[in-house]
């Protein structure tokens, strides 16, 4: 056990990086400020510090906090699988500081996740503006969490489809495909005009299913060509985009967004864990899409 002039020693070398105190290692009594002060380096919190980045001056000096969140995005109600009207979503939403809310129902193929078809939809949109009009401080939009078919194409025709405000796109069937097929096939998803999100990019359930192989750098690619965010999954089980690819999606300019992928209000809070993992990577404020606030995020989504 060490005693407590030994602390802040241990503290350091427990917290990591380890290739950083391989190379410059903690000398005594000294304190997690004077360490990194010695090493020319701004201080850098303990989630993160990751093996992966070597170069300290990189580190953000605006790195995601959760109180940058202003939007939740990505949340299903009682139009498909979620568990909570759109109204208490909302209240819930705002209830936790949030000043907008994107609500994104399953697309009319998930008939699995009782997914809407054009009439539900319509009914929802209809919903959503009454609910705006009577409350001006706190924005609802019209959203869509819509299926990536086989080939690449996208659920609804693009008619219907312009009726939503902004569109995730995401798969969820048919996940088992090569690397070559999944890769064609998310980049046709992200070239559509109407696509602004990129749901849960590999589609992997941690403690039960791996995501499909990808070459993730020609996604990311197309991404930045097409001004498509991708998301932050922050759903624990999936946290996906896993934080390892943070880093190449920022600097190739392309915009993450930390989304609950909540289906009760309860799991709005998932939110947190996304931004935990979002540090983890480095994640600057500025590159996080729903840091901005609600006509700054539909202006991103008009392109
Ligand atoms: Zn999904
Ligand atoms: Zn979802």
Redesign the pocket.
């Known amino acids: 056990m060490a005693d407590d002039g030994d602390f802040e020693k241990c503290w350091l070398e427990t917290t990591g990086p380890l290739h950083l105190l391989q190379k410059a290692p903690v000398q005594e009594n000294e304190t997690e400020l004077g360490y990194f002060d010695r090493l020319g380096s701004v201080y850098i919190p303990p989630e993160c510090r990751t093996g992966q980045i070597k170069d300290l001056g990189a580190f953000p000096s605006n790195v995601i906090r959760h109180q940058d969140i202003r939007g939740v995005i990505?949340a299903?109600s009682t139009y498909s699988d979620g568990l909570h009207s759109v109204k208490k979503m909302a209240e819930e939403s705002e209830r936790l500081g949030y000043s907008y809310l994107g609500i994104?129902d399953?697309s009319k193929i998930a008939v699995y996740a009782d997914g809407m078809d054009e009439e539900k939809s319509q009914q929802q949109w209809a919903e959503i503006d009454h609910l705006n009009r009577e409350k001006r401080e706190f924005t609802i939009l019209k959203g869509i969490?819509c299926d990536i078919l086989s080939d690449g194409s996208l659920d609804f025709d693009d008619h219907f489809r312009s009726g939503f405000q902004f569109v995730?796109a995401?798969v969820h069937t048919n996940i088992k495909m090569d690397i070559d097929k999944a890769t064609s096939r998310l980049i046709t998803a992200i070239e559509h005009p109407q696509t602004n999100i990129l749901?849960?990019p590999t589609g992997r359930l941690l403690l039960g299913r791996d995501g499909y192989p990808l070459h993730i750098d020609k996604v990311i690619d197309a991404c930045a060509v097409n001004q498509v965010a991708i998301e932050i999954n922050a759903n624990p089980y999936r946290l996906d985009l896993d934080w390892k690819y943070i880093q190449l999606a920022v600097d190739k300019g392309v915009q993450l967004c930390i989304n609950p992928?909540a289906?009760t209000k309860e799991s709005i809070t998932n939110i947190h864990f996304g931004v935990i993992i979002a540090r983890k990577g480095w994640l600057p404020a500025e590159s996080c899409l729903n840091t901005r606030n609600v006509d700054d995020f539909l202006a991103f989504c008009e392109k």
């Open positions: 990505h299903h994104t399953h969490e995730i995401s749901g849960h992928d289906h």
